[in-house]
């Protein structure tokens, strides 16, 4: 049998079934045994965001306004869409499994995707086993991929794409640009970071092969024409639903809105807002408390190998990798989105798994320093030394226990099933409910409908706009419970229609911390 290692077209590489079945069992392993490792320990479903993920997906078919209704303004639909048929079972609901097991499939197949990479890129099984190594040693990435967080699939698309231009570079197949387009179009769906990743691999389409323009044009166009329809798709969604093509941008629960509401009632800035080499430097401290040091620095030898020892121009697609590089910063500087670094001001955690997005590069490019005119026996040294390197680097995170992890610390200190608003009602509901329809305002409660076991169409919000707009004209004719916070949807409506309400008497109150108080009303009999 032919040894891959002399393989000398990236096209024809081949990996032998032995290799294959190493790879993915101990991919399967290590993606399986996080899993039960933290869900068995209450932590995959922590975050706000993955509550609310699993929330949309349900809502699709458990609501008072099911289907193309539930799909909102904001966050883009695809991991909800996916985890949809699984969130209907309660028990993948309630626990966030149903959101979990998409990451867990996303982490995996990134997973093997990224070793053929590797070992296309650099015709060596070595290289494949390297960035192997730094991705399933990769403690945050391991319990990202246990969360229903959109973070896993995302890179998984990045993946899918890079590998497929890869291919496309060096096979000029229009059937393996279409299927990478397609890719592409997927990831526009699921976060806004495959949208800022378009124009990059655009004109990589342009540009990686040496053919006519009018053949290079209409490749790119074709690229651009599939992978494109994502975003119209989003902006033409937001113009029906909502009447606003920005919906996303700048609607009432955008990223810019919120941070507006914030400097209104504050005062407080973000550190990084209206700083470019500011948020850089948040973003790499960032990257250092999700990866590690020795990860990042072998990356960045990888880089400089990538330069100097290695035919680059084959292997330029990796660089799409580094795409996150560019949009984080400027997202934290001019898209008011917030980053939090511990060991910088404000000295706490929020949205550090902004870093992960990093990982196909961080786990990539050291896998260059594995040059393929090594001889074997000096391929495999390196395979063992930056094995051993990742290795240490993981049992170095994990040495204080999986709470300590910087992704789990986050999720910790960040949850909103611990508020005192959402813990109060949760007690009181636990107690008192009683089948009737509840009144909220959305994205106010994210653990009470799971954790008392509350369906969702028997809840009223905003969300549900055909119903919403009938409450002003009495709202005992739809509801028999009503949650309010101060300053939330459900008290400006009250404060608008008070007589909407006067069939609704107050059966608990309670002050919460910054002036906020939390009342709930039953319908009066």
């Given amino acids: 049998m032919s040894d891959p290692d002399a393989a000398a077209d990236p096209l024809i590489f081949s990996i032998s079934r032995r290799t294959k079945a190493i790879v993915w069992a101990a991919i399967v392993a290590a993606d399986l045994a996080s899993l039960v490792f933290f869900e068995s320990r209450g932590l995959s479903n922590l975050y706000g965001d993955g509550l609310a993920h699993v929330e949309r997906a349900r809502r699709i078919f458990d609501s008072l306004t099911p289907g193309y209704a539930e799909i909102g303004s904001v966050w883009l639909p695809l991991f909800h869409l996916l985890a949809s048929p699984l969130a209907i079972n309660n028990t993948m609901w309630r626990t966030g499994l149903a959101g979990s097991l998409i990451s867990t499939a996303a982490f995996a197949l990134a997973a093997g995707f990224l070793f053929r990479i590797s070992c296309e890129m650099n015709q060596t099984r070595a290289a494949g086993m390297v960035t192997l190594a730094a991705f399933l040693f990769s403690l945050n990435l391991l319990y990202a991929a246990t969360t229903p967080l959109t973070e896993p699939l995302t890179i998984f698309w990045a993946v899918l794409v890079v590998y497929g231009l890869f291919r496309f570079q060096h096979s000029g197949s229009s059937r393996t640009l279409g299927w990478t387009?397609?890719?592409?179009?997927?990831?526009?769906?699921?976060?806004?970071?495959?949208?800022?990743?378009?124009?990059f691999a655009a004109l990589f389409v342009l540009l990686c092969r040496r053919r006519a323009w009018v053949e290079r044009i209409g490749q790119t166009l074709l690229f651009c024409l599939i992978a494109g329809v994502g975003p119209l798709l989003w902006l033409a969604h937001d113009a029906y639903r909502f009447h606003n093509p920005w919906q996303f941008y700048d609607g009432p629960y955008s990223a810019k809105a919120i941070y507006a509401h914030q400097?209104?009632?504050?005062?407080?800035?973000?550190?990084?807002?209206?700083?470019?080499?500011?948020?850089?430097?948040y973003y790499l401290e960032d990257l250092k408390l999700v990866f590690g040091a020795w990860p990042l620095e072998l990356a960045a030898l990888g880089f400089i190998a990538w330069i100097l020892l290695q035919p680059s121009r084959r292997r330029a697609v990796a660089l799409l990798f580094l795409v996150p590089l560019l949009f984080y910063p400027q997202s934290f500087a001019y898209g008011s989105i917030p980053l939090y670094i511990p060991t910088l001001f404000p000295h706490t955690y929020y949205n550090l798994r902004y870093g992960l997005e990093m990982a196909p590069a961080v786990s990539l490019f050291p896998a260059f320093l594995v040059s393929p005119v090594l001889s074997p026996s000096r391929r495999r040294l390196i395979l063992l030394a930056l094995g051993a390197i990742f290795a240490a680097q993981s049992i170095g995170m994990g040495r204080a226990g999986a709470r300590q992890l910087p992704l789990v610390r986050e999720g910790i200190l960040n949850t909103p099933c611990k508020s005192l608003a959402e813990q109060g009602a949760i007690h009181f509901f636990e107690k008192h409910y009683d089948e009737r329809i509840v009144l909220v305002a959305s994205g106010e409660w994210p653990c009470l409908m799971t954790q008392v076991g509350i369906?969702?169409?028997?809840?009223l919000s905003q969300a549900n706009r055909k119903y919403w707009r009938q409450l002003r004209f009495g709202a005992s004719r739809w509801v028999g419970w009503i949650?309010?916070?101060?300053?939330?949807a459900v008290d400006m409506l009250m404060r608008s229609f008070p007589d909407a309400f006067r069939d609704f008497e107050i059966v608990k109150q309670e002050q919460l911390p910054h002036g906020m108080d939390l009342k709930i009303y039953q319908r009066k009999p």
Avoid: M, N, Q, V
């Fill in 181 to 199: 387009a397609l890719a592409a179009f997927f990831g526009t769906l699921t976060r806004y970071d495959g949208w800022y990743l378009l124009p």
């Fill in 263 to 281: 400097l209104a009632s504050t005062g407080f800035r973000y550190p990084t807002a209206g700083s470019l080499w500011l948020s850089a430097h």
């Fill in 483 to 488: 949650i309010r916070k101060r300053g939330d």
């Fill in 455 to 459: 369906p969702y169409h028997k809840t």
